[in-house]
């Protein structure tokens, strides 16, 4: 049975995040602060997670991620897709650990994302080159009708400029560095707009990393968006009150689209087949036996495996219990008020209380999967 294409709504968040590691507990942490700022499609950058893939989350939403293949545990990209927008996603291409992209159903036009996390300042030349190289790529790959946005750790200081320009408007921060000049020549190469420097707002809605010991406020993280849609990106900023434990800001764009769900046909039934009653056993055995007495030169291949089939869901149905969709949360509400604690010292700009309740919620995290595991064990 098929379901309509559906309109989600005509205004929609989106946001990138320098996450620093999806460590235990962490993706529960930022999926509550994705539900708490409407969320719908965050990139993140610095995942950490080893090789590709996707999974669901107990919240039900799409994680997807690309990272290195082996070694130590840093770079990665991915993005976590918020339940119901999960039914847009036309595809996803998982390209290096460095930038991936997910495209998605809307209207007027389709939206392709692409996340990227940019070497640092201390890399040396080439790899920044092939980097740049790679990114060009990727934005030459994507249909032109598309409504294209790229998020980022550019790890570039754009800055804040008074000269007139179609690409970067005057609302940047600080001093442009050379890593920022090639971004702009990048942007102006492929027609985007940086959608940090186009709206006003306070500093402290504009720097997106601070440095060890809070010694400078930097903006290097940019929604960048093609030109042409520039009319459709309502507002970039950053939600200062949001916290992961990482030393980047929550970057949330605005955009007035329409996204649409897709045509699909219903999702099948998952059954508990852990929970397999021996009703279910004794059903399918008799269906068989009856099966296997009828002249079986009379059916065809075709036909034997239907009834076959048919035999197996009907059991099912009758005896196998359905799977429960959501799994019970792991993580205390004790780890979650250290984590709100955490964000109050963060509000208060207390770096002391902060780095001592980080630790906290480290340990505390450690603990809840200590019990968590136990707890299976146990059940098993």
């Known amino acids: 049975m098929e379901r309509n294409s559906t309109p989600l709504r005509k205004q929609i968040n989106v946001a990138t995040w320098n996450v620093r590691g999806m460590s235990d507990g962490k993706v529960e942490m930022v999926e509550k602060e994705m539900a708490i700022n409407d969320i719908k499609v965050l990139g993140i950058s610095e995942s950490w997670w080893l090789g590709q893939g996707r999974f669901t989350s107990d919240e039900g939403n799409t994680i997807i991620f690309s990272g290195k293949e082996s070694g130590r545990k840093r770079r990665g990209v991915g993005f976590i897709i918020e339940k119901a927008t999960a039914k847009c996603v036309l595809g996803y291409h998982m390209i290096k650990e460095r930038i991936m992209t997910v495209r998605l159903q809307g209207h007027p036009m389709n939206i392709s994302i692409i996340q990227v996390y940019a070497?640092?300042?201390?890399?040396?030349?080439?790899?920044?080159?092939?980097?740049?190289?790679?990114?060009?790529?990727?934005?030459?790959?994507?249909?032109?009708k598309d409504f294209l946005m790229i998020f980022c750790d550019w790890n570039a200081k754009i800055g804040k400029t008074m000269e007139k320009s179609e690409f970067i408007i005057k609302y940047g921060l600080s001093i442009r560095n050379e890593r920022g000049d090639?971004?702009?020549?990048?942007?102006?190469?492929?027609?985007?707009?940086?959608?940090?420097?186009?709206?006003?707002?306070?500093?402290?809605?504009?720097?997106?990393?601070?440095?060890?010991?809070?010694r400078a406020r930097n903006q290097i993280d940019y929604t960048i968006v093609k030109k042409r849609w520039r009319t459709s990106l309502q507002n970039v900023k950053t939600r200062p009150g949001a916290d992961c434990g990482s030393d980047h800001q929550l970057l949330v764009a605005k955009l007035r689209l329409r996204l649409k769900a897709k045509k699909c046909d219903s999702a099948p039934t998952r059954y508990d087949v852990e929970s397999i009653p021996s009703q279910f056993t004794l059903g399918v055995k008799n269906k068989f036996e009856l099966l296997l007495r009828n002249d079986e030169a009379e059916q065809t291949p075709n036909e034997m495996w239907e009834d076959m089939k048919e035999t197996v869901d009907n059991a099912a149905k009758n005896h196998i219990p359905k799977k429960r969709k959501r799994k019970q949360p792991w993580i205390s509400n004790q780890t979650f008020d250290i984590a709100d604690g955490r964000k109050r010292a963060k509000a208060k700009r207390n770096r002391g209380e902060w780095t001592r309740l980080n630790k906290a919620v480290t340990s505390s995290v450690k603990e809840d999967k200590r019990k968590h595991i136990e707890g299976k064990k146990e059940t098993h």
């Open 182 to 214: 090639r971004l702009e020549e990048f942007c102006v190469a492929n027609s985007l707009i940086i959608g940090n420097t186009w709206f006003e707002h306070h500093p402290r809605r504009l720097w997106t990393w601070m440095s060890p010991g809070d």
């Open 119 to 144: 070497p640092t300042a201390d890399a040396p030349e080439k790899e920044i080159t092939d980097f740049y190289e790679m990114v060009q790529d990727v934005v030459g790959s994507i249909p032109k």
